[in-house]
């Protein structure tokens, strides 16, 4: 029995049994095979290519932090890599052989870009879909147009979610402030607005505690369609990152738990705090997504804990943010993993060698001056990770601290130390 159809069995049965929740998106009466949602793009198996090898050409789309981490993964193993972002200097183009400037919507640059590589990933899902499909007929490219069309779109993918049996809070698609009212009035406050398409790290995301907020909330979004979900009291907030390969082969990290701070990840710690038969299930989700989708590459799936059940929150088809602890505490990192899956080699071995914990470095901590890197470093656990940014703003990425210890709570506590001893004392006036 494939994994997606255990997980369906045994949901339907569950739901069966339990009480009906408001703030639970009910499933379709019964699950759709083949996997294309209505108002979905068809989800098709990308092709098998012969394996591309060390010192072959691998292209990037995206120069931000996540292609830096898998451009270094892929010099390591031998590979090329060519990195193809508008800015220059990118932190991408700044370890690649070469580094491509040009607009995303530049076809031609595309094309050219193409011609140079061996097989094409990205590292962010805001890639023009005539940029992917330009791509596409030169070379490979994974995880598939298809994949991306479907997570790059917030309403397309809860669609494609409840579509397939998988449990996501309630929600309704918005298209003007009449729609939004009656979602609220449908789904009760507080309730979460957030935009169908450009959205990340808490971009274009506003709650809504008060029927009379909805006008207000509805300016700010800015965009002509959202999704408004009902709000999820979770009791916790998880991850897990699966890689599958062409041949259907597939690799999870195990679940991390994950803490937000204005809805910018800030700390992940793992293994998770959770019941063995909690954290197993979640395995088993995110492995009958992915296989739902058939990514060829890595998907992130990010969920809610709500008592007993697991909800799913959000879906990126690339790194993640809560896998950057694998790069020192795992046997074969996500970017590697990225790496292998998308070039047709074996996936590696996820296993966790020590318990770690990760924490985000914002802009905020060069309020006072450059940190005080060599403080952090004391600790003689814990690893520095910076992403070649020239610029620190509050709330940008900029790097990250990972942790190793005995335990998940005593990295956490390191790395918490570490990064308080970072901020640079406040300059004395004169």
């Known amino acids: 029995m494939s994994p997606r159809r255990c997980w369906r069995e045994r949901c339907w049965r569950e739901r069966e049994t339990a009480s009906q929740d408001l703030s639970i998106e009910q499933p379709m009466s019964s699950p759709r095979q083949p996997i294309t ?17 060390p010192g072959q050409t691998v292209g990037i789309l995206g120069g931000g932090q996540l292609g830096r981490m898998f451009a ?20 991408a183009g700044q370890v690649a052989d070469v580094e491509v400037i040009a607009a995303y919507d530049d076809l031609d640059a595309a094309r050219r870009f193409a011609d140079a590589v061996d097989v094409v990933t990205f590292e962010f899902e805001n890639i023009p879909a005539e940029t992917l499909a330009a791509i596409a007929e030169i070379k490979p490219v994974h995880p598939s147009a298809e994949v991306l069309h479907v997570c790059r779109h917030r309403l397309r993918e809860k669609e494609f979610l409840k579509s397939q049996g998988f449990p996501v809070a309630a929600y309704r698609a918005v298209h003007s402030g009449a729609d939004l009212r009656q979602a609220v009035q449908e789904l009760g406050t507080p309730a979460i607005l957030k935009t169908a398409d450009f959205g990340y790290d808490g971009k274009g995301q506003t709650r809504i505690d008060r029927p009379d907020a909805v006008e207000d909330a509805w300016r700010q979004l ?12 979770f009791t916790q ?77 959000e879906l990126a088809p690339r790194p993640h943010n809560s896998g950057h602890y694998s790069i020192d505490a795992c046997v074969t990192n996500q970017f590697e993993q990225q790496l292998r899956a998308v070039c047709g080699l074996p996936l590696g071995d996820v296993r966790l060698l020590r318990p770690a914990a990760m924490a985000n470095l914002l802009g905020d901590l060069w309020q006072s001056g450059e940190p005080n ?58």
């Open 237 to 313: 907030e998880m991850s897990v990152i699966c890689a599958r390969a062409a041949d259907g082969a597939e690799r999870c990290f195990g679940p991390v738990d994950n803490v937000h701070v204005r809805h910018i990840l800030d700390v992940t710690t793992v293994p998770a705090q959770l019941p063995a038969a909690t954290a197993q299930a979640a395995l088993d989700l995110a492995r009958a997504i992915t296989e739902s989708l058939h990514v060829v590459g890595l998907l992130a799936v990010e969920m809610f804990v709500v008592g007993d059940q697991i909800l799913v929150n």
């Open 37 to 53: 949602p209505s108002s979905c793009h068809p989800v098709t198996v990308s092709p098998c290519h012969p394996p591309i090898l």
């Open 222 to 233: 800015g965009r002509p369609a959202g999704v408004v979900e009902a709000f999820v009291p």
């Open 72 to 91: 270094i993964a892929a010099r390591r193993l031998g590979y090329r890599v060519h990195s193809f972002d508008p800015a220059r200097d990118a932190p």
């Open 373 to 430: 890197w060599p403080a952090a470093l004391a600790f003689p656990d814990v690893k520095l990770h910076l992403y070649g940014k020239a610029e620190p703003r509050p709330g940008r990425k900029m790097g990250h601290l990972t942790a190793l210890a005995e335990t998940a709570e005593q990295a956490r506590a390191v790395v918490l130390a570490a990064r308080a001893a970072l901020p640079a004392p406040p300059l004395k006036a004169r």
